[in-house]
């Protein structure tokens, strides 16, 4: 049985920072990471990790925000600095086996004054 639990949402004003992790358990994962999803948007790619440690990124965030990933407790994170009002969203976990995506039940992100 798979499950990604994610924590660490939050409030936060701009140009501070929140850290986001997820737990994986139930397999080794090919690609871990991160999607996101702001009312009235899609769900948008923000950053994913292979278990070999190669990065992708939503332009929007590089430079911002850093994903990280520890195989020996199959966790990923999220280190999000100089966060914005339009990083506002509901930010979903993401792991890959295979051909399978599974997902996280997403955790609350907001960046306002």
């Known amino acids: 049985q798979v499950q990604l639990v994610e924590s660490g949402g939050g409030l936060v004003q701009p140009g501070g920072s929140l850290r986001l992790s997820c737990a994986a358990s139930?397999?080794?994962?090919?690609?871990m990471g991160w999607y996101r999803q702001a009312p009235g948007k899609e769900r948008e790619l923000v950053a994913t990790?292979?278990?070999?440690?190669?990065?992708n990124y939503l332009d929007s965030v590089k430079g911002r925000f850093t994903i990280s990933r520890d195989n020996t407790k199959n966790m990923v994170h999220l280190q999000m600095d100089s966060l914005k009002p339009e990083d506002t969203a509901v930010y979903f976990c993401?792991?890959?086996?295979?051909?399978?995506?599974?997902w996280g039940q997403g955790t609350q992100v907001t960046v306002s004054s």
């Open positions: 993401y792991a890959r086996l295979v051909v399978t995506n599974y």
């Open positions: 990790v292979t278990s070999g440690g190669s990065t």
């Open positions: 139930g397999s080794i994962f090919a690609v």
